[in-house]
């Protein structure tokens, strides 16, 4: 079973477990059974829940279980003996460790048939998420994906080797309140395109607004700087979300706080970071950083995006020279030679805004502040090296976030609305098709 599959069968055990459908010793049990590092767990406990027998008692559970064990063990005693006679309430708590080990017993038997054979972890494997396919289909956008339950801004959105969507931190300001209300978001939401539905994960250790998220090699999804309250100031500290166990740890922090920036995923599994002129390059084998040529334009509130050719692009953004205003300027990195180039400049000056880069070899800017919010797509040919239109977008947006799905459609989730009375803090998913 390659890295992909592995990780969505864990994400469904991981789904049983945050739904209270087995316990957390149970998970972790059929997790390590899952993965192949049963070494943690005595070898007897794990070809018990593969057969079927009672987890953590040795007990029988279905036809193919293990004779019981005999001698001293609880289970061969009298009930009279343990002074465990049966009740009602024993009963429906036998039922329901029932039914929940023959939930893991499903998952794990599923993973069974799909492999054949054991799986090592994803980045023992060295295995890479998919890249996304070429999209079909008819062209332009689509509004029938399902509203994100908080609506947002400034936050960090990564699709997930899952295909899962990511969407973390960000801003809300209530719909009551004027502009300068606002709420330091650490929830993080996970869109499901099979259910078409959103659920809440576990959220980041602490809020943080305006910073990057990237999607590593081996399924993790990291968030990188941004910033916190009170101040709003700049911070360096770096979360990683395990999906297979729900769960968020702190890794090496930047070597210096950063902000309003962009973070992408090489095809090496490194992360680049590029922010104001700096850029960063974190290596997740040796949990560290390493600077790397600096961006020869200083610039916030940009995106990043890393084309099909493997080369990092650095797009519109305010500057600081002269003063506060938009930029038509994209800069190009190359991580092989470490040094930036001039890329052709946008057709319009803009920041605030999202962008992405499909596999067919085209890179799009959608929305954002041009002076007001825009609904302006425009996207570029790598071949060609022409910036074109694209189709409008529903509704004008900025501050909003964009990610590639994995069937190549470009997802645009919540942002400022052009009419915040309207829309309130921005719920709508909007999908291009390009």
């Given at each position: 079973m390659g890295s992909t599959e592995m990780i969505r069968q864990l994400q469904k055990l991981t789904d049983l477990h945050v739904s209270g459908?087995?316990?957390?010793?149970?998970?972790?049990i059929a997790k390590a059974h899952i993965i192949g590092i049963s070494?943690?767990?005595p070898a007897g406990v794990a070809t018990n829940v593969a057969t079927g027998a009672d987890v953590g008692t040795g007990g029988p559970e279905g036809a193919n279980a293990s004779p019981p064990s005999t001698g001293t063990h609880p289970a061969a005693a009298p009930h009279s003996q343990r002074g465990n006679r049966p009740t009602p309430e024993r009963t429906a708590v036998a039922r329901a460790s029932s039914t929940r080990r023959t939930a893991v017993i499903g998952v794990i038997a599923a993973i069974a048939i799909l492999s054949g054979v054991a799986v090592a972890i994803a980045a023992a494997a060295g295995d890479h998420c998919p890249a996304p396919t070429v999209a079909s289909g008819p062209k332009g956008w689509s509004t029938s994906t399902a509203p994100i339950n908080v609506g947002r801004y400034m936050h960090s959105v990564s699709t997930g080797c899952d295909g899962r969507i990511y969407v973390i931190g960000g801003l809300t300001t209530p719909i009551a309140d004027d502009a300068t209300?606002?709420?330091?978001e650490n929830s993080v939401e996970v869109y499901d395109p099979e259910k078409n539905a959103w659920f809440q994960a576990a959220p980041m250790l602490t809020p943080r607004v305006a910073g990057a998220a990237a999607t590593g090699a081996d399924g993790r999804i990291y968030t990188i700087g941004g910033e916190q309250e009170p101040g709003f100031h700049p911070v360096s500290?770096?979360?990683?979300y395990d999906p297979t166990d729900n769960t968020w740890s702190q890794i090496a922090p930047l070597p210096q706080p950063l902000s309003r920036m962009g973070a992408v995923t090489g095809p090496d599994g490194r992360i680049w970071v590029v922010a104001?002129?700096?850029?960063y390059v974190y290596a997740p084998d040796t949990n560290s950083w390493a600077s790397a040529a600096a961006m020869p334009t200083e610039r916030i509130h940009h995106q990043v995006v890393m084309a099909p050719d493997g080369l990092i692009w650095a797009l519109g953004g305010f500057s600081f020279d002269g003063g506060l205003h938009e930029l038509d300027t994209v800069e190009i990195y190359d991580?092989?030679?470490?040094?930036?180039s001039a890329g052709t400049p946008m057709p319009d000056a803009r920041a605030e805004f999202a962008a992405a880069a499909v596999p067919d070899g085209r890179v799009a800017v959608l929305g954002g502040s041009r002076g007001a919010r825009t609904d302006a797509v425009s996207i570029y040919d790598l071949e060609t090296k022409i910036w074109t239109p694209g189709p409008d977008m529903p509704i004008g947006l900025s501050s909003h976030m964009a990610t590639v799905t994995r069937d190549?459609?470009?997802m645009l989730i919540s942002g400022h609305a052009a009419?915040?009375?309207q829309f309130g803090e921005n719920q709508q998913v909007l999908l291009l098709t390009p």
């Open positions: 459908a087995i316990s957390t010793e149970e998970f972790r070494n943690s767990t209300s606002t709420h330091q500290t770096v979360e990683t104001d002129r700096a850029t991580p092989s030679a470490d040094v930036w190549g459609r470009i009419d915040r009375r």
